[in-house]
């Protein structure tokens, strides 16, 4: 996935109150209920159905690497939806949302200025509406360039702005060369 959309499902991950299932059998035993079946597991998973229906007896205990992998997004994608939603409703409405990012930074500035492009550590908490725009561009499938344009442009008026007191005319803020990026709500 991306740096962006991982980052973010990391942050709504924070707020669950139950850790999901660790292992094997009992991820694969929590897909099977929630999608009804152990077909559509075996689909989704890209193994046999009867494998599925090995680690749902306790047969077999220890997935390959990349198996593991799937299994573990595929569960925790859908583990405690209802609490997920109430910690994103939360960020975009009240709350907003906390960027901690090591990048490049700035904007078209004369050479030796503050505001000149350069690596920064950032630890910024961003209003409601751009935990709003961040979360509704995630679920609309937008991809790693719309979201990191989104919290650049947060950046900007937060940051570099201030919420309008100063740097008034700044136009675009560059967000490049991220070794660094985390989210909390």
Do not use: C
Not at 140 to 165: P, S, T
């Amino acid at each position: 996935m991306s740096l962006f959309g991982d980052g973010l499902d990391a942050a709504v991950q924070k707020s669950f109150t139950r850790p999901a299932p660790k292992s094997a059998p009992a991820q694969m035993r929590y897909l099977v209920k929630q999608l009804k079946g152990t077909r559509a597991v075996a689909q989704m998973l890209r193994v046999s159905q009867r494998t599925v229906e090995r680690y749902v007896k306790d047969q077999i205990k220890k997935p390959r690497p990349d198996l593991a992998a799937r299994l573990e997004r595929e569960v925790k994608k859908r583990w405690q939806p209802q609490i997920r939603a109430k910690a994103r409703q939360t960020a975009a409405t009240t709350g907003g949302i906390v960027i901690d990012t090591r990048a490049r930074l700035g904007y078209t500035a004369p050479i030796g200025t503050t505001d000149q492009d350069r690596l920064r550590h950032l630890t910024v908490a961003l209003p409601p509406q751009y935990a709003a725009r961040l979360f509704e561009a995630q679920e609309a499938g937008a991809g790693e360039q719309q979201l990191k344009e989104i919290a650049a442009e947060a950046l900007k008026e937060v940051y570099f702005q201030d919420n309008g007191r100063r740097a008034g005319q700044l136009e675009e803020v560059r967000f490049t060369d991220i070794e660094h990026l985390e989210f909390d709500l």
